[in-house]
């Protein structure tokens, strides 16, 4: 149980087009879900927490109007990274609250490359 | 804000000896302690946790033990093998947030 999936799993774009990312719990509801970026040989960083049904909250420093957070539903959650550019290259990836503790279940990651 | 640091940074060690590795946090009101193990190019996965109302969890080859007062927890890996090979996150979570802050991540390598 307590599976989160990541779609797609990479992705290449040309700077200055968006890209859209989902994030789906696959057998448990999640009210609550993050997305986190990591770059090479570095810690995960919060970017930040999607409420189903309310506007996500974002951690400082990460743009709300590049980085598009949907969370319509109690099983999907969406980013869009809007007019991509080079330095947006990374690994972005979910979480889900789930669990009889609130523990957070990871998604695979999506290796974003933006040329 | 939070701060929380992990010792060693890599870790090297024979197939089939212990490894242990050290957090040490700042927020005294963290009360969840999840270890995650991070293979190459996939996402973070879950391999033990413990909560702030006990001292340690064993889970087979895996054990985890905290000490609220000094802000430390450690994950052990006894009998470790080559598939141990990853690097490790600690995360506590904040008291008063759901939010997990990550540490700086362990490289663990087991050589057979």
């Known amino acids: 149980g307590a599976v989160v999936s990541q779609h797609p799993s990479w992705v290449i774009c040309k700077s200055g087009t968006s890209v859209k990312i989902e994030c789906r719990s696959l057998?448990?509801?999640?009210?609550?879900m993050f997305w986190y970026r990591q770059f090479p040989k570095q810690s995960l960083m919060l970017m930040a927490t999607?409420?189903?049904?309310?506007?996500?909250?974002?951690e400082q420093g990460v743009e709300k109007d590049k980085f598009l957070i949907n969370h319509a539903s109690l099983t999907l959650s969406t980013l869009t990274v809007t007019s991509a550019h080079p330095e947006d290259s990374s690994f972005y990836i979910c979480?889900?609250?789930?669990?009889?503790?609130?523990?957070?279940?990871f998604g695979p990651g999506t290796r974003l490359t933006v040329l | 804000g939070e701060n929380v640091e992990q010792h060693p940074s890599t870790l090297s060690v024979q197939e089939g000896d212990s490894a242990v590795i050290k957090c040490t946090y700042s927020?005294?009101?963290?009360?969840?302690f999840p270890w995650y193990k991070q293979e190459l190019g996939k996402g973070p996965q879950l391999i033990i946790d413990?909560?702030?109302?006990?001292g340690e969890k064993k889970d087979q080859r895996i054990a985890v033990t905290l000490n609220k007062t000094a802000k430390h927890f450690s994950l052990h890996i006894t009998e470790t093998q080559p598939e141990d090979s990853a690097v490790y996150f600690c995360?506590?979570?904040?008291?008063?947030?759901?939010?997990?802050?990550f540490g700086t991540g362990t490289l663990l390598a087991v050589q057979p």
């Open positions: 979480s889900a609250n789930g669990g009889s503790y609130n523990e957070q279940f």
């Open positions: 057998d448990f509801q999640a009210t609550t």
């Open positions: 999607s409420n189903e049904g309310s506007k996500a909250t974002y």
């Open positions: 927020d005294s009101a963290s009360n969840y």
């Open positions: 413990i909560r702030s109302n006990v």
């Open positions: 995360a506590p979570r904040g008291g008063a947030t759901n939010k997990l802050i």
